[in-house]
C-alpha cells in the first residue's frame, strides 16, 4: 500500500530534487561568471594603464594628458 502520495508522489520527490540541483548549478555558475568579470575589468584597466605609459613614454601624449586619462582609468 501506498502512504499518501502514491505514484505521483514519487515524481514529485524526482522533480523537487532535479529543480533543487539545477539551482545550486546555476547559482554557482553565476558566482563564478560573476568572480571572473571582475578580474578581466582589473585586467583591463591594468592593460589600459601599461598602454597609457608607453604612450606618454614615447611623447605620444603630453604629462596633463597623462595624469587626466590616468585618474580616470583609477
Same mark, same amino acid.
Given at each position: 500500500m501506498m502512504h499518501g502520495f502514491g505514484f505521483g508522489g514519487m515524481w514529485f520527490g524526482w522533480l523537487f530534487w532535479i529543480v533543487l540541483i539545477v539551482v545550486i548549478v546555476w547559482?554557482?555558475?553565476?558566482?563564478? *561568471? !560573476?568572480?571572473?568579470?571582475?578580474?578581466?575589468?582589473? *585586467? !583591463?584597466?591594468a592593460d589600459a594603464l601599461e598602454i597609457l605609459k608607453k604612450r606618454f613614454a614615447n611623447g605620444e601624449i603630453d604629462e596633463e594628458e597623462f595624469q587626466r586619462r590616468k585618474q580616470l582609468l583609477q
Open positions: 547559482a554557482v555558475k553565476s558566482f563564478v *561568471d !560573476s568572480q571572473n568579470r571582475n578580474a578581466a575589468s582589473r *585586467d !583591463s584597466n
